[in-house]
């Protein structure tokens, strides 16, 4: 039972164009959503964060959108640059009841120059 | 240095053998999680501990086993290894369960 889905694998982007990542949760109790990046050989790092009172939520060239009727959540990087060449992995989790996160398997975004 | 420790970075065995991955949290968090990488796949949860507990286990085998000292140092230990087991061993801390973790940079472990 897959709470968190990125259903995209892999994303090709082009320099300084738009990059969205998208993932979608099945659970409803969820509250709390994050998204992780990740350079091979090295852990995931914390990129940007939405609670479920808020439908978007932006820091500097990275923006998330939260739908919480369809479910869905999406990651926007404007504009794109070859350092965001990496593996994104979306998480959720529901933290009012302090419940461990859950992760998607990750999409692999890479910025052509 | 995301604040999360994790020795050794790198491990190569042989089949059979066992191992122990050490993590040292993040200082304040009481959490700790353990994740398996294989072959850039995704993150494969294993198991968290809260505070010396067990709290939530994954798809951890039961040639696996960890457990978390009254310091919150984690230890993962892999035993009777089989090439399959050659993976990336990420740790992670977390204040409380829901919060965002902070990852180490992980163990490489290559069974041979």
């Known amino acids: 039972d897959q709470q968190v889905k990125q259903n995209s694998p892999s994303l090709s982007v082009q320099e300084g164009r738009i990059s969205i990542l998208n993932c979608d949760y099945t659970?409803?109790?969820?509250?709390?959503f994050l998204w992780y990046k990740k350079y091979p050989a090295e852990g995931p790092t914390f990129l940007i964060s939405i609670s479920s009172i808020k439908d978007k939520n932006e820091d500097g060239r990275f923006t998330v959108f939260l739908n919480k009727s369809a479910k869905h959540l999406s990651l926007h990087i404007v504009p794109s640059q070859p350092g965001d060449s990496a593996v994104y992995f979306c998480?959720?989790?529901?933290?009012?009841?302090?419940?461990?996160?859950?992760f998607g398997q990750g999409t692999r975004l890479t910025i052509n120059p | 240095d995301s604040g999360v420790t994790q020795t050794p970075k790198h491990l190569i065995t042989a089949t059979g053998q066992r191992v122990t991955l050490r993590c040292s949290p993040r200082s304040g968090d009481l959490s700790v999680y353990w994740y398996q990488q294989s072959l850039d796949q995704g993150l494969q949860f294993l198991i968290q501990y809260y505070n010396g507990e067990e709290r939530a286990k994954g798809n951890i085998l039961e040639r696996f086993s960890a457990q978390q000292f009254p310091d919150l140092h984690s230890e993962l230990n892999l035993s009777s290894l089989e090439l399959g087991d050659s993976a990336l061993y990420f740790c992670?801390?977390?204040?409380?369960?829901?919060?965002?973790?902070?990852f180490g940079s992980g163990t490489r472990l290559t069974v041979v």
């Open positions: 998480a959720a989790s529901a933290r009012t009841r302090g419940q461990k996160l859950v």
């Open positions: 659970n409803s109790m969820f509250d709390y």
């Open positions: 992670a801390s977390s204040f409380s369960g829901g919060d965002g973790y902070t």
